[in-house]
C-alpha cells in the first residue's frame, strides 16, 4: 500500500513552528530554577533531594539526544520529534499534579527527554529547506535555547509569585 507523502508547510512556518517548539523545551528546563528553594517545603524532602528536580532533567536530557537521534534516522524525524514533545507534555503533566519528590522527579526526567527537539528541528530543517535559507533558519533554531532560557526565569520567577507553582508545568 503506497503511503502518502508527508505535506511540508512554507519554509516560514516551519520556522516558526520548530522555534516555537524549541522555546518550549528550554522554557520547561528553566522555570523550575525559581521554584528550587521553595521545593523542599512543598514536596516535604531536604534541600539535597530537591536539586534532583534539576539533575534529572540533564541527566535525561543528556542521554536521550544521541537515542532521538538514532530513532530519527530508523523511523522519521517528523516522528520523534513528535514523540519528544508527547514525553515533554506528559512530564509536565505529571510534574504539575505530582505530590511528592519521586512523581516530581520522573515528570522532570520525562520533560528532559525532550531535549532533542532542537537537534531534530535543525535536522528537519536541512531536509526541507532550500540552502539558501538554511544558515539563517538554523541561526533561528539555534536561538530559540537562548529565547526560552532568557523567558523561562524571569517568567517562571513572575508566575510562581503570583500564582500556584503547578502553574508553571
Not at 4 to 9: L, N, Y
Not at 80 to 85: E, F, K, N, R
Not at 98 to 110: D, I, K, N, Q
Not at 134 to 162: H, R
Request: contains cysteine.
Amino acid at each position: 500500500m503506497n503511503q502518502p507523502e508527508p505535506v511540508t508547510p512554507p519554509p516560514a512556518t516551519l520556522i516558526a513552528v520548530l522555534a516555537l517548539a524549541g522555546i518550549t523545551v528550554s522554557l520547561q528546563q528553566t522555570f523550575v530554577i525559581p521554584l528550587l528553594p521553595h521545593l523542599p517545603a512543598l514536596l516535604h524532602t531536604t534541600p539535597g533531594n530537591a536539586s534532583w528536580a534539576v539533575t534529572a532533567t540533564l541527566i535525561a536530557g543528556a542521554v536521550s539526544i544521541p537515542i532521538a537521534g538514532r530513532l530519527a534516522d530508523m523511523w522519521g524525524k517528523q516522528h520523534v520529534l513528535l514523540c519528544c514533545l508527547s514525553t515533554l507534555v506528559t512530564g509536565s503533566a505529571v510534574t504539575a499534579l505530582s505530590t511528592s519528590l519521586g512523581w516530581f522527579v520522573a515528570g522532570r526526567a520525562l520533560q528532559g527527554t525532550a531535549a532533542g527537539v532542537v537537534s531534530l528541528g535543525i535536522s528537519l530543517l536541512c531536509d526541507h529547506l532550500p540552502p539558501h535559507r538554511l544558515a539563517a533558519a538554523t541561526s533561528v533554531m539555534s536561538t530559540s535555547l537562548g529565547v526560552g532560557a532568557s523567558l523561562g526565569i524571569p517568567l517562571s520567577a513572575l508566575l510562581a509569585q503570583y500564582t500556584d507553582w503547578r502553574v508553571l508545568f
